[in-house]
């Protein structure tokens, strides 16, 4: 149609299926597999639904003070957005905005490429080393800014925070954003140093470690001139983004600090004793410090084993992608379903090496 020729064509991100099949095991997008905090459900259930006549608040002050009493910073240097994807995506656009390439990992979180598709920002991919770390002098040449997640998505690898001081220090004039989703379960956030490098931005979400990817909250922290910027580009698109329900049970879910420790802790226990059982089963990954492991099996084909999980309801998460083809990336789940798993995979695997 000729109307087509004006038409912003993108490929879109592709994510992790949601089955309608409450029965299934599912270990593919990384959520939690606990609930949010007591105090959550409390509170929607006495929601003062009245108040939904009136806008929201579009500052969401509420949030923004909890998270900033929680993390030690002002109020200022606080942004909130409708899941970090929001936040991320509304930085990509603000911050990234020269001729000169913005740099990411090859392999790293698959929206990185597709907003700079759709902002039509240059962008290039420094690959990972064959232990899929980063490497330092990659991000040392001239660019247009910086996003790497710490641990990194989908390896669960975790760099140290020296790494990124250095990238920090050596790219005065760009944006280096540190996508700090995973880092709740092993990392050490970056946010102290927001006082030290004002080019840097901090994003978490409530997604994971939170137990809230159906509330879409995702939040940044950085020097105030930064999210002031964030802030006036957020407010020239959507002011009311953030929904009144959302701001109050997010503000809950800061506050309970016992119940988010405890459901961390949990989990993290779980992924030690699943790494042990996936090494015991042939399986091989590098170190996951996130709430999911990324694994490759010595025998068998990754996607043998993905269509074989699935047809018997556990789903985890595969890309046909180049580097990434022969790997599964699998959400820790309760001690329950990765049991389950183990099980599963064990009678699976000697099956065929009995064939
Ligand atoms: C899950 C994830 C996000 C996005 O999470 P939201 O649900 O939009 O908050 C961002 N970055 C990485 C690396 C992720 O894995």
Known sequence: MSWEKNVRKVEPYVAGEQPKDRDVIKLNTNECPYPPAPGVKKL??????????????MN?????????????????????????????ALAFMTFFNGEKPVLFPDITYSFYDVWAQLFRIPYEQCPLDENFRIKKQDYLKPNGGIVIPNPNAPTGVLE????????????????????????????????PFIHKYDNLMVVQTFSKSRAMAGIRIGFAIANERLIGYLKDVKFS????????????????AVRDDAYFKEIVGRIIKTREWTKKEMGRLGFEFQDSQSNFLFVTHRKVKAEEIF????????YVRHWKKPRIDNYLRITIGTDEQMQRLIEFLEKYLKEKSDD
């Open 44 to 57: 929607a259930e006495t929601l003062d639904c009245d108040r939904l006549r009136l806008y929201p608040d």
């Open 237 to 252: 698109f959507n002011s009311y983004t953030l929904n009144m329900p959302s701001i109050e049970m997010g503000t809950e």
């Open 60 to 88: 969401a002050e509420k949030l923004v003070n909890a998270l900033a009493d929680y993390y030690h910073v002002a109020p200022e240097q606080v942004f909130v957005g409708v899941g970090s994807d929001d936040v991320l």
């Open 307 to 314: 269509l074989a999980l699935k047809e018997n309801h556990i």
């Open 160 to 191: 140290d925070r020296d790494l990124f001081e250095e990238i920090l220090a050596a790219n005065p004039e760009s944006v280096v954003i540190v996508d700090e989703a995973y880092v709740d379960f092993g990392g050490k956030s970056m946010i």
